[in-house]
């Protein structure tokens, strides 16, 4: 027997995350759980959850493209995204919104193509202009009532990858994928 994911899902959400071509992650807070670890010599550390890393790939490898926005200067995000082979990896960037836009003319796309997935201020001009966006669950509430959808999992536990099985369900693609996995 099948599972139907998201079988909840409104019918406008569904249309949304099948019209989208490239999907942003803010990094702190939604590919990690949101806190800083330093050592001694200041140097950052951070936690990925690997499930959001295959959904990541997975968007790559079936026609969306992917982009990493953070705010903060991080060697570590950097890391991160050349270890996924992500096209798209931008840190230090303080407007987000102008990024997007950017991104959107690179590759072709207009902005109702895009999604947007972040947690806190620094993600609301970006977030007011994707065609789809959303929050994890542990947001901060200013930003999850300005979203169309909220993951049920928190930034850093799997949020991100809610998102990305969620443009591929919505296009089509879920079977394809697993068809790749079981084979």
Do not use: Y
């Amino acid at each position: 027997m099948a599972h139907v994911p998201f079988p909840d899902l409104p019918a406008d959400l569904r249309e949304r995350a099948a019209r989208i071509r490239l999907a942003c992650f803010d990094v702190d807070g939604t590919l990690t759980d949101g806190r800083l670890w330093l050592d001694a010599e200041g140097r950052e550390l951070k936690a990925f959850h690997i499930q959001d890393g295959m959904g990541l790939r997975l968007l790559e490898e079936h026609g969306v493209r992917v982009a990493l926005v953070t705010a903060r200067e991080s060697a570590v995000v950097a890391a991160r995204g050349r270890e996924l082979r992500l096209s798209e990896v931008h840190v230090g960037i303080r407007d987000k919104r102008a990024l997007l836009e950017q991104l959107c003319s690179k590759h072709g796309h207009t902005p109702a193509e895009a999604a947007m997935m972040g947690d806190d201020l620094v993600d609301l001009g970006a977030l007011s202009i994707a065609g789809l966006a959303v929050a994890p669950a542990n947001a901060h509430p200013w930003v999850k009532a300005r979203v169309h959808w909220h993951t049920r999992t928190a930034g850093g536990e799997g949020a991100a990858r809610e998102l990305c099985d969620l443009i591929l369900t919505a296009q089509g693609k879920a079977e394809a994928v697993l068809a790749g996995f079981l084979q």
